[in-house]
């Protein structure tokens, strides 16, 4: 019976954050920006055979710097040069 309660009661908290997610909107603006970065980041070919995961690394870290972050908070690194995955 022990068992059978905490099932229940589990099944009811995921059931209210389930809920809870559904209620959250975000504004069209911040809707927008990651519309066009989940696009930017699905259109780069990171492929493990003919793509580049640097190109969606400098892709992420343009987009960093131009949001103000300064270039020092923002490296990309490797275990080898070129390319850096």
């Known amino acids: 019976m022990r068992l059978g309660k905490s099932v229940g009661l589990l099944a009811a908290t995921l ?6 997610a559904q209620q959250t909107t975000m504004d069209p603006a911040t809707r927008q920006l990651a519309h066009d970065v989940f696009k930017q980041l699905i259109e780069i070919n ?3 055979s003919i793509g580049s995961t640097t190109a969606v690394a400098e892709a992420m870290r343009k987009r960093l710097l131009d949001a ?6 923002v490296v ?4 080898n040069p070129a390319p850096r995955t």
Not at 15 to 20: C, M, P, T, Y
Not at 68 to 73: A, Q, V, Y
Not at 76 to 79: D, H, K, R, V
């Open 46 to 48: 990171s492929t493990d």
């Open 68 to 73: 103000g972050f300064p270039p020092e908070d």
């Open 15 to 20: 059931f209210a954050a389930h809920l809870q």
């Open 76 to 79: 990309i690194l490797g275990p």
